[in-house]
């Protein structure tokens, strides 16, 4: 896989994106959306990539819709508006979807569909200068766009949702790891090697433990009540524990030793 506008490095079963439009504080073009898109959905058949790394190339992870791109335009009229509205908007619903965890690694500047691909992550890291914000409402826009408004309340409630959606202010480092948010704030220098230590965890579990994991815990999110969740929860276990690596697992356990896993 080859982009323009993404610079993939592969190690093993990790998956490095980085959003590579510097000089635009990498900002969403018309071309950069189409390219994540094509990796996403080829994503979606890859059995060997378990954890996706989503990072910004220069001072910033990702500053938002390039305005001065005229890709979503819509000059069309309402249709073709919403055609390139859902280009976009669609991205958090792709990667809430797929099987892979999404480590997003959040320096500088996340603002709007930048905030967005940082909030549709499973996990965020922060490096100090980072300042994210739903920056919609400030261009003559709704604040409520591109899935944030479903995603940021169920990280930090409402009431915060409703401060950072209503003024478009930003929420910077520290204080998003204050409201959980962002899992870890480093320096900027170390937002690798943090990723790595927490990579590094998410290596020890089972391939299908960790899939069953991420799809049961966003289910769980919009099921209705606890009999809906602790059903899909017994499903899970009861398919896991048919596996090999189940079995393998609780081998090493009893051996005290670090377990080798084939998802099988």
Same mark, same amino acid.
């Given at each position: 896989m080859t982009y323009e506008t993404l610079e993939l490095r592969r190690e093993g079963a990790v998956l490095w994106c980085t959003l590579n439009r510097p000089n635009a504080l990498n900002a969403l073009s018309a071309k950069l959306v189409g390219e994540y898109r094509d990796l996403l959905a080829k994503l979606?058949?890859?059995?060997?990539?378990?954890?996706?790394? *989503?990072?910004?190339? =220069? $001072?910033?992870?990702? +500053?938002?819709?390039?305005?001065?791109? &005229?890709?979503? #335009?819509?000059?069309?009229?309402?249709?073709?508006?919403?055609?390139?509205?859902?280009?976009?908007?669609?991205?958090?619903?792709?990667?809430r979807r797929l099987p892979q965890v999404f480590v997003a690694c959040v320096h500088g500047a996340a603002c709007g569909g930048g905030l967005m691909l940082a909030l549709a992550s499973d996990l965020r890291l922060a490096g100090e200068s980072a300042r994210m914000n739903a920056a919609f409402i400030k261009l003559g826009l709704s604040g409520c766009d591109v899935g944030v408004?479903?995603?940021?309340?169920?990280?930090?409630?409402?009431?915060?949702?409703?401060? *950072?959606?209503?003024? =478009? $202010?930003?929420?910077? +480092?520290?204080?998003?790891?204050?409201? &959980?948010?962002? #899992?870890?704030?480093v320096p900027d220098a170390g937002l690798e090697a943090e990723a790595r230590s927490w990579i590094a965890d998410l290596l020890r579990t089972t391939p299908l433990g960790l899939r069953l994991s991420k799809e049961c815990l966003n289910a769980s999110l919009d099921m209705g009540s606890l009999e809906a969740v602790v059903a899909m929860e017994d499903r899970n276990q009861v398919l896991c524990a048919q596996s090999r690596d189940f079995r393998e697992g609780v081998r090493a356990f009893l051996e005290k030793r670090d377990p080798t896993f084939e998802d099988r």
């Open positions: 979606a058949s890859d059995r060997e990539t378990r954890i996706v790394v *989503l990072r910004g190339a =220069g $001072r910033a992870f990702c +500053a938002g819709l390039d305005l001065k791109d &005229g890709g979503f #335009a819509g000059e069309g009229g309402v249709s073709e508006s919403l055609r390139g509205q859902r280009r976009i908007s669609e991205i958090a619903i792709l990667m408004s479903y995603l940021l309340p169920r990280l930090v409630g409402a009431s915060v949702a409703s401060e *950072l959606i209503l003024t =478009g $202010r930003f929420l910077h +480092a520290e204080r998003a790891r204050e409201l &959980g948010l962002v #899992a870890a704030v």
